[in-house]
């Protein structure tokens, strides 16, 4: 079956740290890959998504590629803020007939002043 | 911004009560579901829908049961809560399309006393 493998945390850095949070995974197919956030006490919110090989999600001044050839989508920040302090979940949906959401375990980030 | 609702966002109850978590989207999705998020932050599937009259159990085992009369409703019930149930509820739904983006509400916090 599918599967996620993210970087464990919790992850601490510096405002304006640059920021890699790792992700891997395992599917079937040709899945679409999601990295979601989840601030305190809320719900997940999408971060950025890519739907195919080579494919370069961006948003809020993150970055992840999707790698076909080494099964991965790592989140990446050039410089990241104390507002960044988050959960981040990285997510795959498999292709048709097998599109729940597979999620990591999540990666806790505290960008401290 | 997603319209998906859910209610309540918080409730405690005791032990042995019937409760029912609300989730509603107004986005026309025919697909929803149900994750299941612990203390730990790893989220499981517990429910999922592909349409009207369509459940089916999702990857961790849940006491609970779901419904989908309408499209744009999906309730979850707990006939008999226990303190084993205590936890974050999150639904989410999609559109139909393959990589569509899957939208979450904010979640209901379920404590069982």
């Known amino acids: 079956g599918n599967s996620v493998t993210q970087m464990e945390g919790p992850v601490t850095l510096s405002e304006e740290a640059f920021l890699t949070i790792n992700c891997t995974y395992t599917?079937?197919?040709?899945?679409?890959l999601f990295w979601y956030v989840q601030y305190p006490g809320e719900g997940l919110q999408l971060l950025l998504k890519?739907?195919?090989?080579?494919d370069k999600g961006s948003n809020k001044g993150f970055e992840a590629t999707y790698r076909k050839e080494t099964t991965s989508f790592h989140l990446e920040k050039g410089s990241v803020q104390v507002s960044d302090s988050a959960v981040y979940f990285c997510?795959?949906?498999?292709?048709?007939?097998?599109?729940?959401?597979?999620f990591g375990t999540g990666t806790r980030l505290t960008i401290i002043p | 911004e997603a319209d998906i609702y859910q209610t309540p966002r918080y409730l405690v109850i005791g032990t042995g009560k019937k409760i029912t978590l609300e989730c509603s989207q107004t986005?026309?999705?025919?697909?929803m579901y149900w994750y299941q998020q612990d203390p730990g932050m790893e989220l499981h599937l517990i429910h999922y829908?592909?349409?009207?009259?369509?459940?089916e159990k999702g990857d961790l085992s849940s006491e609970s049961t779901v419904s989908r009369i309408r499209t744009e409703h999906f309730p979850l019930t707990l006939e008999s809560a226990r303190p084993s149930h205590t936890s974050q509820y999150l639904c989410?739904?999609?559109?139909?399309?393959?990589?569509?983006?899957?939208?979450f509400g904010e979640g209901s916090w379920l404590t069982v006393v």
């Open positions: 829908s592909y349409g009207v009259n369509s459940t």
């Open positions: 890519a739907t195919k090989a080579d």
């Open positions: 997510a795959l949906s498999g292709d048709f007939g097998n599109e729940k959401l597979t």
């Open positions: 986005m026309g999705h025919d697909k």
């Open positions: 599917a079937t197919g040709y899945p679409s």
């Open positions: 989410a739904s999609r559109g139909g399309q393959y990589g569509n983006t899957i939208y």
